[in-house]
């Protein structure tokens, strides 16, 4: 049972229920989880329903209904970040074949809000809403290396086992000096952590407060990537993530300040 509190949020843990292992929900299942009355859920649901949140499935419950949709399309629309990232995805997946990838940092998620592929079958591809692997991998690196040190060091201790699966480290502090390197260098490299046979590199989006609100991600399949290459794809990322940071307001990145001490 989760503790909420208020009605606002009451209506946001419904919505959170939601994933991608669990798109279905019965009103039973839901009061299960977290230990609404009857009376109460019913009423939440009611209000999701009429306003387009929710939508009902015979006999079976709840899923997600059209305004979630709707509101997509209008942050599309209205994202600089989105605006400013798609023509950049464009020409990175043009020059290097693969997939490139837009994604957004909030709460602790990282959510794929662009693509663009420029091979028929590509090894590694998200789609546009999925979440992204936390612990594993260059995007997860390249957001995690600019968070705030005291918050860069409890998410790296809460998710210290997904950091040494990767490789990464095995403990704490291994981990944030290799954050640290990618904090000075300003992009993160993985090979085949989250796809085997994968490189990927990525840079952060960084906002005003320095603090990362994104990524820009470039994967290509290891065995068309020579030491050259990924030299470019590196240049190119850094670059790009440079540019959008400076679109939306944020600094140009220049890899360590002084809250990279852990």
């Given at each position: 049972m989760n503790s909420v509190s208020g009605s606002g949020e009451r209506i946001?843990?419904?919505?959170?229920?939601?994933?991608?292992?669990?798109?279905?929900?019965?009103?039973?299942?839901?009061?299960?989880?977290?230990?609404?009355?009857?009376?109460?859920?019913?009423?939440?649901?009611?209000?999701l329903k009429d306003s387009g949140y929710l939508?009902?499935?015979?006999?079976?419950?709840?899923?997600?209904?059209?305004?979630?949709?709707e509101l997509d399309f209008l942050m599309t629309r209205a994202d600089p970040m989105i605006r400013l990232g798609q023509r950049e995805l464009e020409s990175l997946a043009g020059r290097f074949p693969g997939s490139a990838f837009l994604v957004r940092w909030y709460g602790r998620k990282l959510l794929c809000v662009a693509s663009v592929v420029s091979v028929e079958t590509p090894l590694s591809s998200y789609p546009r809403g999925r979440p992204m692997p936390l612990g594993r991998g260059a995007i997860s690196r390249a957001i995690v290396a600019f968070l705030p040190?005291?918050?860069?060091?409890?998410?790296?201790?809460?998710?210290?086992?997904?950091?040494?699966?990767?490789?990464?480290?095995?403990?704490?502090?291994?981990?944030?000096?290799?954050?640290?390197?990618v904090r000075r260098a300003g992009v993160a490299t993985a090979w085949g952590e989250v796809t085997p046979g994968v490189v990927a590199v990525a840079a952060p989006i960084l906002a005003?407060?320095?603090?990362?609100?994104?990524?820009?991600?470039?994967?290509?399949?290891?065995?068309?990537?020579?030491?050259?290459?990924?030299?470019?794809i590196r240049e190119a990322v850094l670059g790009?993530?440079?540019?959008?940071?400076?679109?939306?307001?944020?600094?140009?990145?220049?890899?360590?300040?002084?809250?990279?001490?852990?």
């Open positions: 946001l843990a419904i919505l959170d229920l939601f994933s991608e292992a669990r798109p279905e929900w019965s009103p039973d299942e839901m009061m299960a989880q977290l230990g609404y009355s009857r009376p109460t859920l019913y009423r939440y649901l009611k209000t939508a009902s499935l015979p006999q079976t419950g709840y899923s997600l209904g059209p305004r979630v949709t040190a005291r918050e860069r060091r409890k998410l790296v201790q809460d998710y210290l086992a997904e950091f040494a699966v990767a490789g990464v480290g095995t403990t704490a502090d291994d981990v944030l000096a290799v954050l640290r390197t005003a407060e320095h603090s990362p609100h994104g990524a820009i991600c470039m994967t290509s399949n290891e065995a068309d990537v020579t030491d050259d290459r990924l030299d470019m790009i993530s440079q540019r959008v940071s400076e679109g939306i307001g944020g600094p140009r990145q220049n890899g360590m300040n002084e809250d990279s001490r852990c």
